[in-house]
């Protein structure tokens, strides 16, 4: 089996496994709040997005920035980006729009995570 099929093959069954773990976090309902964010980083660790739930945002890149520094940003935003896609998604079936709504955008992750909670802690 030559190098690139092997690629393929490999993409296909971590794409399989990333969907596996996404349909595995149980919608939030409120009373499920600590095993619906034990889920939640479970999957956001597997596909290696976690550390923006504990990290701020590092500092904007520049165009006198150096790769490093570009590099680091970009990771964070597509980290970012996703993770607020993958929350927002979990929150959807048995809470219907009535409680999405009620839940405001933010720019963050770790922002929203922190809005969740105070929403649902001790619920």
Known sequence: MNGHVLFIMLKVLDAAAIQRQLTGVEPLSGSNYSRWKSQLEIVLGYLDYEFVLIEDE???ATNDSSDAVKLKHQKWEKAN??????IRNSIRLLLSLAIRGGIPETKTAKELMEVIKTQFVGS
């Open 81 to 86: 980006r996703m993770s607020l896609k993958i």
């Open 58 to 60: 590092p500092e904007k």
